[in-house]
């Protein structure tokens, strides 16, 4: 059974950094390409940031230079370093595992002042 559990989510001032934690199980996790999608309330979900296997990324426009995905094969985990966070970030960000077709619960990110 395959299972995203993310986790790092929170409240945090315009400016302000989080990262984003998603422990993988019931996958060949060093296999798949993985990425972060996020949702906003009204609007689709959408890719963030994703990584393949070989560690090549591809982002969306608005988070180029601020956020950064990267993975630790070893332990199963993906990550997001969200840096200078705007208040158009927050959104409920999900895990994704793209062979497996599997999401994440999702964990709220509010960037608030």
């Known amino acids: 059974q395959v299972q995203l559990v993310e986790s790092g989510g929170g409240l945090v001032q315009p400016g302000g950094s989080l990262r984003l934690s998603c422990a993988a199980s019931?996958?060949?996790?060093?296999?798949?390409?993985m990425g972060w999608y996020r949702q906003a309330p009204g609007q689709q979900r959408a890719l963030v940031e994703a990584i393949n296997s070989g560690g090549s990324t591809n982002y969306a426009d608005s988070v180029k230079g601020r956020f950064t995905i990267s993975r630790d094969n070893a332990k199963n985990t993906l990550y997001l370093q969200m840096n200078r966070l705007k208040p158009e970030d927050t959104a409920v960000y999900y895990c994704?595992?793209?062979?497996?077709?599997?999401w994440g619960q999702g964990t709220q990110v509010t960037v608030s002042s």
């Open positions: 994704h595992a793209y062979v497996a077709g599997s």
């Open positions: 019931g996958i060949i996790f060093s296999s798949n390409t």
